[in-house]
């Protein structure tokens, strides 16, 4: 009896250490996707919000690009950006506070 009662123990033992193999790996493999899981999610609503910046930007380009088909625009923005002036006009900078 006392044969049967050690191998019993001994599998049990082997049993329970393979048991315990198991669960640490699953739980470890299970981690590790949500970890993924997670910095996935991180990274899709930040390009989320990139995205939306460069629909923004895109609209502003698009009237930007529709405001310089005008000559008259143009030549107002040369004035003001560049300073450029008509004949007989004079331009002022006033420093900006």
């Known amino acids: 009896m006392k044969k049967n009662s050690k191998k019993s123990r001994r599998r049990f033992f ?3 250490i393979g048991s315990l193999f198991i669960i640490f790996a ?3 493999t ?3 996707y949500w970890i993924e899981i ?3 999610y991180q ?3 930040r390009l989320e919000k990139e995205m939306i910046d460069l629909r923004e930007k895109e609209e502003k380009l698009k009237v930007d690009a529709n405001k310089l088909q005008n000559p008259d625009y143009i030549a107002r923005y040369a004035r003001e950006k560049y300073l450029y002036s008509k004949e007989g006009e004079y331009i002022l ?3 900006e506070e």
């Open 93 to 95: 900078q006033i420093p």
């Open 30 to 32: 299970v981690g590790k």
């Open 38 to 40: 997670i910095g996935k």
């Open 43 to 45: 990274e899709k609503t």
């Open 26 to 28: 699953t739980t470890f």
């Open 14 to 16: 082997l049993f329970g």
